[in-house]
């Protein structure tokens, strides 16, 4: 049985891109837009891997991100995240969060920076879904 892996993004290229690399390589993908509609589908599809934008309209990936990470039911999926944005910026605006809202929201499976290179990814992938 292939595994489910949601793919969120706002960039249509990256998306597809991103599915089809997954789909070649024996995955079942499936994606959405924006944050919002990200975190409904991970509810109502239960991937066993997310992959995700940081910077997104409508619904960031940050948002998402918590969202995932305080639910009970979804907090055990590995995420992987694929940003333009650095690392270090998303690592520091994760700490500010967590200092605010007096909550620690555990760091992402992966973290790469766009655009990725599909080897670096699938790597990531394998290792999230041992």
Known sequence: MAKKILVVDDELDMRIFISTLLETNGYKPFSAVNGKEGLALARKGRPSLVIMDVMMPRESGITMYRGLKTDPDLRDIPVIMVSALSKKTFFHSQKV??????????????????????????????ICLK
């Open 97 to 126: 969060l967590d200092d605010y809202k007096g909550e620690k929201i555990p760091e992402p499976a992966a973290y790469i920076e766009k655009p990725p290179e599909a080897e670096e990814l699938l790597n990531a992938v394998r």
